[in-house]
């Protein structure tokens, strides 16, 4: 018997938290991981999670969560997994202006919660994403002290920053991505994707028709672009295609704040286009807003659309994230930027089932 054959799917029960519409989750099940439930405190992503996992949507902040909860999740499953991608906004660049014990608590809750879980439970193996910037412990001691409550508890544990784009992501975006196991040792596995072989704007949402701002397409409501002002459009029209920046505008489309001293850094980077043969810029909740970043279509005089923003996030054309007449371009945008990209769900499904299967096989 082979090692991969000796995995079922019932020896494996898995729980989701801060599941939002279920990215991560869809990767795991795509990999044949049971991802049983997602908790979450969001309830407008109940309909995208449950629609496209057949898993159970737990709305609930983690705070309130309780080990109870889990272990009846959980069940007698012979191996369980908890993973989850705390918020990141707690770990922003904005947020660290007071850093006392007792703020810490206070803003870095779904973690301390994500580490009570663990105490309270033990699962056999844990994974854990988020923004690279919280792997520096002097600036996040909350993270020095999930790594700590790791090895207190006998998890292997393994951690780096990746660029999702080496594992098949057409996008530019760095997170750090954490494996804990009591199994023996764990580690996400090699990258799949280079420089040579990067997956691109042009082949991802090179084959959508054209689209005008503010238009709906006739057969895909998420293909929906932003309705730009008229400032806006002229904005776009003066950016060269492929590539282009708000660097070629004249003076007058420049907006005010981008003038100043403080501001002309932003200009190569604010307003622009994405290019056709290159990874897209970091899909963020604004991802539909032409001022936001680069999110301008190569070629279209518009910003990118919901569904263009979906594909970038490697989310398959079937993922459903509201019913159509329920779509709006605001919490839309929102669902799909705060996602874990389904191929980075589905490497570290990968990295999890294949670490299970040397464990059984041993």
Known sequence: MTAKSSLKKSDVKIVDLFCGVGGLTHGLIL?????????????????????NNSSEFIYKDVAEFSAKELRRLYADAPIKVLVGCAPCQPFSTMNRTKNTAKD???????????????????????????????????????????LKTLNTEGYNVEYRVVDVSRYGVPQKRRRLVLLASLLGDISLIPETHDKDNAVTVRETIGHLPAIKDGQVHKDDPLHWASKLSETNKKRIVATPKNGGSAKSWSKELVPDCYTRESGKGY????????????????????????????YGHPKQNRAISLREAALLQSFPEYYEFERPENISMVKTARHIGNAVPVLLGRTIGKSIRKHIEEHLAA
């Open 104 to 146: 810490r608590k206070k803003r870095w809750g779904p973690l301390y919660h994500f580490m009570a879980l663990i105490k309270n439970t033990h699962p056999d193996v844990i994974s854990m994403e988020n923004v690279p910037d919280l792997a520096n412990t002097k600036k996040y001691p909350v993270f020095g002290e999930f």
């Open 31 to 51: 990999e044949g991981l049971d991802v049983v439930a997602g908790v979450d405190n969001d309830e407008s992503c109940r309909f995208a999670f449950e629609k």
């Open 267 to 294: 200009m190569s980077t604010v307003y622009g286009r994405m290019r056709w043969d290159d990874a897209s810029a970091t899909i963020t909740t604004h991802c539909t807003t032409l001022g936001a970043g680069r």
